[in-house]
Each structure stands twice: as structure tokens, then as C-alpha cells.
């Protein structure tokens, strides 16, 4: 494995007020760069001051989005250690997402080693607050400076990381989900299940359209015959129907979520049935209109867990539980956010020491 | 309108040899650029020396792909002017592209003089030798300096340029074409119909699998049956089949080509019927083993005409013509590049002149 040189920053960044800082605006002292060629493969693996890099304006990146991302947490714990939560997960997926968009993948152990050498050199940016965590963002974009759609030659692998507070500034508070009708996200055949650039670009009309009309996020449908459920701007989604926990299951054009996977096992664990299944979004509404839809939550790193409050479908607006957060919701919240800030008993093994 | 500043470069960049350059690797000496943020609109308008760009890693373009772009040519005519073909096209479609990816349109007028201002510009790099031209690429990028999906609050508009050969070094030589049957581009309610960065990124693994297998480029299919034809990796595609013309329609998911709608306008004002219709691929494999179909080529900028020598689906290869350029395909190759370089008469006012 690659030796990772290291050049402290001699400006150290201002650290922002933890109590209102807003979601990956503020970035650390430090990032990880390492450059990819064909003919050297991944190399010159190294930390360098958090700052703003030359691009040529012709470089791949910036006309064909060759470009995948990850995004993971680390969490200090009330001894005061740092540690991450299922990176191992990430890791893996940016290797399927790299496959996808025909990219080369970065080394699993190096990838790790990456993670931790960085979080450690910026601890003093893991924030203590309650609620608060370091957010990191792992990419690799294509570098080549050539027009002309081809897969590049040279990729830049990155993480940076920034600290941030709860992702919804007000709470846990259950959020207004739109289904969007017009649309589309993702495809089988496409890049649905891979963490790339355009299928967020894609996605930003209809959130921007639907936060104009007071929702939070959007409830993708299916490409083919746009009637069942995929999932939600940042997030997976669950329904609990009758006791029993549904999800959509990954049929290519849904993100495999790390915190999705995270709640299945943990609900199985407290002997809840899941069901991973196509999920049609006539049979959620048939639900909600019955009072058999539960509770919904969406699941993602970003947020953990989110609350649904009501969904609305064309002109129909299904308020669930009330519009207050589920027993379900809670406890899942509770649970994972207890095992990533080290107050639960991390009884899967899902948490990796930062700290050496 | 905006005035454009101009800073000329006081160190001129070396002209490739125009025998041998390779297509998109020499950019011209200079690029336009113009900022956008919601308080001030399009503002900053300038001509600077082609260069690098400090971009901070945290740019939403490198995590979202909020990015959009055009091509099109600048052609030197045998009296030494310069001219541009239906710039207006590719400014009108860069509008529809921005809404679809919730950017910003930038101003038409201001569009066009910034395209003419530039050339002007970089008037010696507008070739001279037959079969050249300069390649012009407008594009746009999300700049906010955020995580967190949500449409940037900030862009970056700019025009680069690149004098180019003929696309394809060996001649307008029949291409072999492989039909993809398991990746997808694009489907209704998606991104197809824009120019955007994550439907070529989305192609990319495709075009390599297709590369290694001696293909020139892919075919795709419709995203909803897999079924429909609806356009090559770099062009839309035109079969002509019994003396008739057809064509996929623009149904959302196929991109609207300019060259696409010259060749339209082109045979029709020359006596062919051209439909534009749902093709399936069924259909036109059985119109090859027919002997009905006489000739297919691919329409795109950057290509102008691309004769289609074969077609291979699944484990079925179908020579088209004896796998020579057809008479039609000839004859429209020969007729947008007359108006393009000003040899034939531009009965169509297709040409705008750049020189003032």
C-alpha cells in the first residue's frame, strides 16, 4: 500500500459555531488527494491544506459527469474517541458506482487507510455537540483535458470532510414528501443504483419545484411505468403497514442506502418482519386511506432517519400517523444514532476506530 | 446588453498541426467566461487567455453534476470568411437544457455576441485546410461551494474552443454500429432531451464494452420496453428504407439535434419523404434481412454525416449498403458541408458570418 504524505496546513481554517453551522458549508483544515493515470495507476496519494485546485475548463468532469461520490460520518463518542460507521459499506459501493460510469475503483485497504489518516489529522474538526458529527465526502472525477465522449485516462480521487449539526436544523420533525409525477430519476439499465453526479442533477428541478410548494423532498417513481416507489431525494423508504416493515428492494435504479441496510438488519434483529419488494404507490395510498399505513420514514447518512409527516399524489394529501413521529421511527433514530455516537452497545460491529 | 472585457494573452499558445491534431485536445488561445449568482444575474462578462481555474473541491459541479453543454462550428469559407451554422439552434436548445437541470438561460443575444466576440478573437485559429473547422463548445457548471443537493445558487457560463480535422482521421468511412441491449441512456421524464453532462457519463461504460469489441459506437434503446431505437452514442440516427426517410421522433428522451433537423429540412426540400416515428428495432433488423433497408447514417456535429457500414444486435451483425456510403447519405454529407464551408449556396440563411 501506498505511504500518504502529509502537509499540514499553516493557515488553520476558522472552525464554525456548531450550533448553527449549516449542512456542508464548512470545510476542514485538510483533504486527500491521489491521482490516477492508466499507465501509473493510483498514485502520489497525499494530505494537503483544504483549498482550491487549477482545473482546465476542458477537463472531462465538467462536460460529461464522469463522477461518483460517497458520503459516511465519523462520530466522537462521550470518551472522547472518533469512529466511523460501516465504512467497509462505502467503500465497496463507489467500487460498484466506479464500475458503472467506467472508472477505476481505489483499493479497498487504501481507501480505508485514506478515511483514517485524514480524521485523524483534522480530530481537533469532530465536533462534540451533541448531535453533531464530521461529514465526509469522498469523490473521484475524471481529469482528462480532451472534449469528445470517451472514459478518461487520469481521475482524481478526493475526500473532504466538514463538521456539521443535524441535518434538519429544527429536529427530527416529520417533513412533507411530494410524489412526483412528471419526473424521472433513474431507469433499470441506467445509473439508479450508483452514487453518480447525474442522477442528483437530474433530481433537482422537481426538488426545487416541490420546496416552492412547501415540500422537503421528493418521492421518486419507477422509470418504466411511473407507479411504484423508488425512493426519496437523499434518502431510502419504509412503510410500516400493519406491524410489518415494507421497503422498496433494489431493482437497480434505487440507491443501495448503507443506513437502508443498517435498519433492515436492525429491525430484523428486534424481530420486526422487512419486506424488500416493488412497492406501488396505489397500494401506499389504499394504505393510508384504510389507517393501515403506520408510519413511513426515510433512511440516509446525511439525516439517519427521517420522519414523513404526510404525502401528497396529484392532488391528494395522505397525512400518516398524525402527522407526529412513529414508535418505529423513534426507536430505529434512537438505535443507530446511539451505536454511531458509541451510547448503545455496537453489538453488529458496525463502528471502525479511528483513533490508533 | 453586457459589454465583454477583453485581456489578450501575451503568450500564445502553439497551433497544432492540422494534418495530424486529434479532435478536442488544442484549445485556442482565449475562452469567455461569465459568472451568474441569483442576486446579481449573468454578470462579468469576459474574454481572458485560456487557463486554468482555482475550483474548490466542495463545488457543487463535481458532486452533482448540475452541468449542461453545446457544440457547435465555426467554418472558414474559401473567401476567408468566417462563419457560424445556426448558432441559434444551439443557444435555443442550451435554454431548454438549463430548465431541465434547473440552471439558468443566458440571454440570446448575449449568447450569440459572446460566440462572435470570441471567434473574432481567436480568428487565426479558425483553420483553413479542407475538412476543418473550429469546434466551439459553450458550456455551463454549478459553482456553490456546498454539499447537500439543491439547485446551485451560482454558475459559471464558458466558451472554449478547439480547432478540429475531419471526426474521423480515415475519411467518412462506414461505421460499425453495436445495438445496446443492456445498459440504458436515457427514458421519458428523465434528462434525454438536454444536453447534460450525466446522460454522457451514463454512456460511457457502453462505448468502452462496445470499443473493445471493435465497434465504433453504441446504439441505444429506449429506457421503458428496450425496444425502440433512439439514438447513437454521439448522434441521432436516420434509416432509409424502400426511398423513404425515418427517423426516432423527439420524444423526450432522444436528444434534438441540430444537424438532425438540417437533415430533415435538407431532404425534404430535395423530394423525400422523412417520417419521424416510434422504429423499432425489430422492425429495422427485419428490414435489413428484407434487403429494404438501403442506408442508415448518424447526424451530429461533430461527425456532420456518419454512414452506418453495419448494425449488431444481440448476436445478429446486418451489413447495410454492402457496407459502402449510400448515395443519400453521400449526397447530405457533401450538402451541409457546402453550406457549412460556403461552397454551396445557403438557400436555407442556415450561415451566420462571424467577421463584422
Known amino acids: 500500500m501506498q505511504d500518504i504524505r502529509i502537509e499540514r496546513t499553516t493557515q488553520p481554517r476558522q472552525k464554525p459555531d456548531m450550533a448553527t453551522v449549516r449542512f456542508g458549508r464548512s470545510f476542514s483544515d485538510h483533504m486527500f488527494l491521489m491521482n490516477y493515470d492508466s499507465k501509473n495507476g493510483w498514485h502520489d496519494a497525499r494530505i494537503v491544506p483544504y ?3 487549477p482545473m482546465e475548463m476542458a477537463s472531462m468532469v465538467f462536460h460529461y459527469a464522469q463522477e461518483i461520490f460517497e458520503g459516511l460520518k465519523a462520530y466522537r463518542t462521550a470518551a472522547g474517541k472518533i469512529q466511523l460507521f460501516r465504512p467497509e459499506e462505502n467503500i465497496r459501493r463507489m467500487a460498484q458506482s466506479a464500475d458503472r460510469m467506467g472508472m477505476p475503483a481505489v483499493d479497498e485497504d487504501m481507501f480505508l487507510e485514506a478515511l483514517k489518516t485524514l480524521i485523524r489529522v483534522d480530530e481537533s474538526w469532530v465536533p462534540e455537540m451533541k448531535e453533531t458529527s464530521l461529514y465526509i465526502r469522498p469523490f473521484m472525477i475524471a481529469t482528462d ?7 478518461s485516462d487520469s481521475y482524481l480521487f478526493c475526500i473532504i470532510t466538514c463538521p456539521v449539526g443535524s441535518y434538519y436544523p429544527e429536529g427530527i420533525n ?4 411530494l410524489i412526483e409525477s412528471e419526473d424521472v430519476r433513474a431507469v433499470r439499465g441506467g445509473t439508479g443504483y450508483a452514487k453518480c453526479g447525474g442522477n442528483y442533477g437530474a433530481s433537482i428541478r422537481a426538488g426545487v419545484k416541490a420546496t416552492r410548494q412547501g415540500f422537503s423532498q ?5 422509470g418504466v411505468e411511473r407507479k411504484y416507489i423508488e425512493e426519496v431525494g437523499a434518502m431510502n423508504i419504509m412503510f ?25 438488519e436492525l429491525l430484523r434483529a428486534w424481530g420486526y418482519e422487512v419486506v424488500e419488494r416493488q412497492i406501488s404507490v396505489e397500494e401506499i395510498l389504499e394504505a393510508a386511506r384504510d389507517g393501515k399505513l403506520e408510519e413511513v420514514w426515510g433512511t440516509g447518512t ?8 404526510s404525502m401528497t399524489y396529484k392532488d391528494e394529501t395522505l397525512v400518516i400517523g398524525g402527522g407526529k413521529i412513529g414508535e418505529v421511527t ?23 476506530p479511528v483513533s490508533k
Open 51 to 53: 483549498g482550491p485546485i
Open 145 to 151: 483535458v480532451a472534449l469528445g465522449v470517451h472514459a
Open 302 to 309: 446525511a439525516a439517519v432517519i427521517t420522519p414523513v409527516g
Open 174 to 177: 416529520p417533513v412533507k414528501i
Open 218 to 222: 421528493v418521492l421518486w417513481l419507477d
Open 330 to 352: 423513534r426507536r430505529l433514530y434512537d438505535g443507530l444514532t446511539g451505536i454511531q455516537w458509541g451510547t448503545v452497545e455496537d453489538l453488529f460491529h458496525w463502528t471502525v
Open 240 to 264: 410500516k403497514i400493519e406491524g410489518k416493515i415494507h421497503t422498496p428492494a433494489l431493482n437497480g435504479s434505487v440507491l443501495p442506502g448503507v443506513t437502508r441496510k443498517s435498519s433492515i
